[in-house]
């Protein structure tokens, strides 16, 4: 069991001889146990990435690390965070009409499942106003039309702000979002596309997929970006399907790959695993 003590650091920075070592010495010099180590130097980006779990620390602050890592800068030009193991992501989830996605999240962060706090639950209808009642949650109904979709996403952005949020999730958002916002939480909006992207497009991708034959039908949970469907892949998973199964038998299905995929990519981002390289993510699981 993790005491509060213990911590993640989370590194990265171009890639050359010697990080590892100078990273683990610091921990040597304050004599801090590292309790899980993993890295990846990407031969193509030719950047590095390091996720530590250390401790436990003497006192709560770690704070008294922080010159040691500012003393790296020169010489290695690391972008860091140190954050309790115990801390957990606040997160701002929004959603339209189709729930399942939403529900799961919400029973994973009560049972603890998912180390996440969700303050606050935006919707562009008022469908899902009593399930946010029901586990105590703040809920916003932020209608969106063309014309107001300026003034609906500077709303969400105040939220953001308002409620300390760090990752926003899109659970089934059926929304395009729009370059302002995608910029302004770059890195920080992680989606659930209904299908391996780019394959089944657009509206009644279990249909398209029944017109076509497919034996396999899956989802892509990836980071927001302001090109449709195009961010960074965070994880994909696949179920297997017949040429007896109906349309909605490929939604349940598929419904159920769903909140799979984007539970483990909302878990991966609030255990600190996930780093963007580039066009693509590093995800230490």
């Known amino acids: 069991m993790a005491t509060s003590n213990e911590h993640i650091l989370t590194l990265s920075c171009p890639d050359k001889p010697g990080i590892v070592h100078a990273v683990t010495g610091i921990f040597a010099h304050f004599q801090l146990n590292i309790l899980d180590l993993q890295q990846f130097s990407d031969s193509d980006s030719q950047k590095f990435f390091m996720r530590v779990h250390f401790g436990p620390t003497p006192t709560p602050s770690t704070e008294y ?12 030009n690391p972008v860091y965070d140190i954050r309790p193991l115990s801390q957990k992501t606040r997160v701002l989830i929004m959603v339209s009409k189709i729930g399942h996605c939403l529900n799961d999240l919400l029973f994973r962060a009560k049972t603890g499942q998912l180390p996440i706090e969700v303050p606050v639950i935006v919707s562009n209808h008022p469908e899902f106003a009593p399930l946010a009642a029901s586990y105590g949650i703040e809920f916003r109904h932020l209608p969106v039309t063309k014309d107001t979709k300026a003034e609906q996403e500077a709303q969400v952005l ?61 989802a892509t949970a990836h980071f927001v970006t302001a090109d449709l469907d195009e961010g960074p892949i965070i994880e994909q998973r696949i179920a297997r399907v017949d040429h007896s199964m109906k349309p909605n038998q490929l939604l349940d299905e598929g419904s159920n790959v769903e909140t799979n995929v984007l539970a483990t990519a909302v878990k991966w981002y609030a255990e600190r695993r996930l780093f963007l390289n580039n066009h693509k993510t590093v995800v230490f699981s």
């Open 158 to 218: 105040d939220l953001v702000k308002q409620h300390d949020v760090e990752l926003v999730v899109l659970a089934r958002y059926m929304q395009v979002l729009s370059p302002t916002l995608c910029e302004a939480m770059s890195g920080k909006i992680i989606n659930i596309h209904h299908s391996f992207l780019p394959s089944f497009k657009g509206a009644k991708p279990y249909h398209q997929a029944y017109e076509r034959g497919v034996k396999i039908i899956g």
């Open 65 to 76: 690390l922080r010159p040691s890592f500012e003393a790296l800068a020169s010489i290695y």
